[in-house]
């Protein structure tokens, strides 16, 4: 696969519910209950149950891998969380996902992740590089 910088690697927006919250934390072992209930995330001051930052990262990667060649190696990928994705019952929330390429030398390409929620940036500085 050729990357050019600029391009344009996948563009795509991800559902999560509350299901997706609760299968999520029977897959990682993460059963803090900020994570399904909204009573327990009211309590501690949170806006609303909160997907999982691991959850969203790992969509965040998955959205770029699905579109990379099968067998491309990932040498890294890193993120910081900025701002929760807060899980409304009833509508959920909608996690868009844009991969561009950053940067490309002669081993490796960056790509670059936006990742937004309600129109706010969740994850900054979200970068993936893979092998050329
Ligand atoms: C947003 C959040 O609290 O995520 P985690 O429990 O994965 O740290």
């Not at 994570?35 to 995330?41: E, L, P, Q, S, T």
């Amino acid at each position: 696969m050729a990357y050019a910088v600029g391009d344009t690697i996948a563009a795509r927006t991800v559902h999560l519910d509350r299901e997706s919250l609760v299968r999520y934390a029977g897959a990682s072992g993460d059963f803090n209950p900020i994570h399904y209930r909204d009573d327990i995330a009211a309590s501690v001051g949170l806006p609303g149950v909160l997907a999982h930052g691991m959850l969203t990262m790992g969509i965040a990667s998955s959205v770029v891998v699905a579109a990379l060649e099968p067998g491309t190696r990932i040498l890294d990928y890193g993120v910081r969380f900025t701002k929760p994705v807060v899980v409304d019952p009833v509508d959920g929330a909608d996690v868009h996902v844009l991969a561009t390429v950053g940067a490309v030398d002669g081993e490796s390409a960056r790509i670059d992740l936006k990742v937004t929620f309600d129109e706010t940036t969740v994850l900054v500085k979200a970068q993936l590089r893979v092998a050329v």
